[in-house]
């Protein structure tokens, strides 16, 4: 696997990529991360993130692969990639669409763990009544994420 940072509004933010797929995500810079791609897949995924953040990119494309995690977690990242963008579900909602209705702690258990953020929108979950609480990346990361998105999609949906 090979790491490339690129700079985005929220901080640098380094993809994993071993030339087939993104494997990994990590806010901030990863120690071995190079500012250059090393593989179509990682050149990919860097444009796919510079349109999201620039607000033209509403759906990542880029292939991902979660080598890890429980059958549970995997449910949980699936079901991230459902939640349409500009959009939100608690995660309770998310419990429930994975067949676990009373599993919301669960869910915030494997959002804390998902090993590709921003590309596997965790950050479109909040808790009840929509209240914003934890994010891997800081609730501030969160709301940024989650204010471009709202933005954008009420642009589009006005334009």
């Given at each position: 696997m090979r790491w490339t940072v690129l700079d985005t509004?929220?901080?640098e933010f380094s993809v994993a990529t071993d030339g087939e797929a993104v494997r990994g995500a990590?806010?901030?810079?990863?120690?071995?991360?190079?500012?250059e791609p090393g593989d179509e897949i990682a050149a990919r995924a860097l444009a796919e993130l510079r349109a999201y953040f620039a607000g033209?990119?509403?759906?990542?494309?880029?292939?991902v692969v979660a080598a890890r995690g429980s059958?549970?977690?995997?449910?949980?990242?699936r079901q991230m990639?459902?939640?349409?963008?500009?959009?939100?579900?608690?995660?309770g909602e998310?419990?429930?669409a994975v067949g676990e209705p009373g599993g919301a702690r669960a869910v915030g258990v494997a959002c804390n763990r998902n090993p590709i953020p921003v590309i596997v929108p965790c950050h479109r979950i909040v808790g009840a009544g929509g209240k914003l609480v934890g994010f891997g990346g800081g609730l501030p990361r969160k709301v940024t994420l989650l204010e471009l998105e709202a933005r954008v999609a009420f642009q589009r949906a006005w334009s």
């Open positions: 509004p929220i901080g990590h806010f901030g810079r990863v120690e071995s991360a190079t500012d033209e990119l509403i759906e990542f494309t880029v292939p059958e549970f977690e995997r449910a949980v990242w990639t459902l939640i349409p963008y500009g959009e939100t579900r608690t995660y998310v419990a429930t």
